[in-house]
């Protein structure tokens, strides 16, 4: 095949994706937000909803979540996009309306906001990326940092005696009756991205159900917090991540796995 | 059409935010504003006008959800007392700092910490100082009355998006706990989505169309030159209220030779106080500012040619007086009078500060071998 014929829209396989702006990305080489940004927005553009969504951006590496994804997007307060969240979706219920969330954002200073607004079963998504580390501020404690590893406030590794474990929110929140779709997934391999995709075209789906909140986490890595290259990073979160975070589905259709 | 009713502060604001077509509420119990949530709950308003009310987990969620509503462009507020509303004021911060449209009421409490349930006028300096950080004011409201528990409401959604700033209703546990008779105002519609989008689509977050870019609501400026710019706008917002949308009221104080400055529950009975006053041939005046930023600051200042000296009456231990002696920029003495949390001036004590901290000039034996002349 000629050059030109490759570049032909109809032989194109892969494009950038269509609801990502020109921003060049602000996440580190090998970082999986950009991934888990790209998976969103393929969705809600395929779903063709981009005209009734409204994003939450949190405060954390992904605060500029909105220079990247082309949709209306409001940023809220460390912690509390569930409750922003939870106001547009009141107010706008025929609106598809998600939160991305890191896990500094979600699991420590928000952890009033995500219980209670899946306690409610509020018609949201939330994006959850995990990645056991507080990236923006430059790799402190988070608190799903599992036990003996180090960042910068727990320089000689996480000792749960004093510091507590690394809490599983997603385990938690399947626990109460207004959760709908609870769901674990990563983004380092292309069957992996396959199956999260999957999971987040599940999750919007839900909203027109109004059933209840679809929760999404996406365990990833964090080269830089982590001190490491990407390829170790994403060796390390199998090794070390996966066996404390296990991937897959925990609640579906309201009913726990 | 109108209607005369007896009610309590809380609920006259709960129901005129009902009638003046507002869309949600959100809050969180704490006395003595609760009558407030529970009134708006009672009144099942998702069937009545299908505004939204939630009960949320924390007051920061509550000002948070406010701030998510705001941001498309509904009408949206909440309302607390004061150990809540230190909770909301990162959530102010980000509202003013975002620039949107939104209505916090505070039913002031005595403090600092959990202090008292009962009245005081102890969050002026938190009121219209900022209160959470950053370069930002507020517009603050003071009723008086539950009439104005009632009026104002409309007036602060009016004031909020004329500026796309917040608004704070600032009452206290008097006002929002006694009945008086108030008159409401007619059920008014509200907007419907469409009309949402046509008023506030330049720059709600309600759904990006094919038609317009995305909007965007946030208060980050990683660049600090646009930081600035943005503190610049809001500073703009400030001085343009302070031109137009500044509230006062003047009671005897054309031939007034003292002068009284109060606000809220301390003004009604300061009311009284001149009224004695007067009755005993005493020429007091007084001044009540109804918005405390904008304050009546040229007000004050011309009227420091005039009087001989001016009390600031207040129920807190001398916040507002700061902002008097500012305005009058030290032409005549300015003095403090107030009790706090619950304990309630009486118009006597009122007049007694005035004759010995004013009239006397601070000269209590002077007063001790006189005759009083007010009392």
């Known amino acids: 095949m000629e050059v030109l014929d490759i570049i032909k829209p109809e032989n194109q396989v892969f494009c950038k994706t269509k609801l990502m702006t020109n921003a060049a990305l602000s996440y580190c080489p090998g970082c999986g937000h950009g991934t888990a940004h790209n998976l969103t927005m393929e969705v809600i553009d395929e779903m063709g909803i981009a005209e009734d969504t409204i994003?939450?951006?949190p405060?954390?590496?992904?605060?500029?979540?909105?220079?990247?994804?082309n949709i209306d997007m409001t940023q809220a307060a460390h912690g509390r996009a569930p409750a922003v969240a939870t106001a547009i979706a009141r107010t706008w219920p025929e609106k598809y309306v998600f939160t991305y969330q890191g896990d500094g954002d979600l699991a420590a200073i928000g952890t009033a906001e995500t219980i209670h607004a899946c306690n409610r079963g509020e018609n949201i998504v939330i994006i959850f990326v995990n990645n056991g580390i507080y990236g923006m501020?430059?790799?402190?404690?988070?608190?799903?940092?599992?036990?003996?590893?180090?960042?910068?406030?727990?320089?000689?590794?996480?000792?749960?005696?004093?510091?507590?474990?690394?809490?599983?929110?997603?385990?938690?929140?399947a626990q109460l009756p207004g959760t709908y779709y609870v769901t674990r997934q990563s983004?380092?391999?292309?069957?992996?991205?396959?199956?999260?995709?999957?999971?987040?075209?599940?999750?919007?789906?839900?909203?027109?159900?109004?059933?209840?909140?679809?929760?999404?986490?996406?365990?990833?890595?964090?080269n830089s917090g982590w001190k490491m290259t990407p390829n170790d990073a994403n060796k390390w979160m199998e090794d070390n991540m996966f066996p404390y975070y296990p991937l897959g589905d925990i609640k579906v259709n309201g009913k726990l796995k | 059409m109108s209607e005369l009713k007896l009610m309590k502060g809380n609920e006259a604001l709960a129901e005129a935010a009902i009638r003046a077509g507002v869309d949600a509420y959100f809050g969180y119990p704490i006395t003595p504003q609760t009558e407030l949530i529970e009134y708006l709950m009672s009144q099942k308003t998702e069937e009545r006008t299908g505004m939204v009310c939630l009960q949320a987990e924390s007051e920061i969620a509550a000002i948070n959800m406010v701030y998510g509503a705001a941001s498309t462009g509904k009408k949206v507020f909440t309302s607390s007392s004061s150990p809540g509303v230190s909770l909301k004021q990162e959530g102010i911060s980000y509202i003013a700092g975002a620039e949107l449209p939104a209505v916090i009421v505070n039913v002031v409490r005595g403090g600092p910490g959990l202090g008292t349930i009962q009245p005081s006028q102890a969050d002026y300096f938190q009121s219209v100082k900022g209160g959470g950080h950053g370069d930002y004011k507020l517009y603050v409201l003071a009723p008086s009355s539950v009439q104005e528990m009632s009026d104002f409401v409309e007036d602060a959604f009016d004031i909020a998006f004329k500026y796309n700033a917040p608004v704070l209703i600032l009452s206290d546990g008097l006002i929002g706990q006694m009945m008086e008779k108030v008159e409401l105002k007619p059920q008014q519609k509200r907007r419907t989505d469409a009309e949402v989008i046509a008023q506030c689509g330049s720059w709600a977050t309600t759904g990006k169309t094919k038609d317009r870019e995305r909007n965007i609501i946030t208060s980050l400026d990683l660049q600090s030159e646009k930081m600035e710019a943005r503190v610049h706008r809001l500073l703009k917002k400030y001085e343009q209220m302070e031109k137009e949308d500044l509230r006062f009221e003047k009671i005897n104080c054309d031939d007034a030779e003292y002068l009284i400055v109060a606000y809220g529950s301390s003004a009604r009975i300061a009311q009284k106080a001149v009224e004695i006053a007067r009755s005993k041939g005493v020429k007091?005046?007084?001044l009540r500012p109804i918005t405390l930023f904008p304050f009546p600051k040229k007000q004050l200042f011309d009227l420091a040619d005039q009087v001989k000296g001016i009390l600031s009456v207040?129920?807190?231990?001398?916040?507002?007086?700061?902002?008097v002696k500012l305005s009058t920029e030290f032409k005549v003495p300015v003095e403090h009078f107030g009790r706090t949390g619950g304990i309630i001036h009486t118009p006597e004590e009122i007049l007694e500060a005035l004759e010995?901290?004013?009239?006397?000039?601070?000269?209590?034996?002077?007063?001790?071998?006189?005759?009083?002349?007010?009392?």
């Open chain 1, 55 to 57: 994003g939450v951006a």
């Open chain 1, 59 to 69: 405060v954390g590496c992904s605060v500029l979540a909105y220079d990247f994804m």
């Open chain 1, 137 to 173: 501020t430059g790799g402190q404690m988070a608190p799903t940092t599992l036990p003996g590893m180090k960042s910068t406030t727990s320089p000689f590794g996480r000792d749960v005696k004093t510091m507590g474990s690394p809490i599983k929110m997603t385990e938690l929140v």
């Open chain 1, 187 to 222: 983004v380092h391999t292309h069957k992996n991205v396959r199956k999260a995709k999957k999971a987040i075209k599940k999750a919007f789906e839900n909203i027109k159900l109004k059933k209840g909140i679809s929760f999404v986490e996406i365990v990833s890595n964090c």
């Open chain 2, 284 to 286: 007091v005046g007084l």
């Open chain 2, 314 to 323: 207040e129920l807190n231990a001398g916040q507002m007086v700061e902002d």
């Open chain 2, 356 to 375: 010995q901290k004013i009239i006397n000039n601070g000269s209590i034996r002077h007063h001790k071998t006189r005759e009083s002349s007010i009392l």
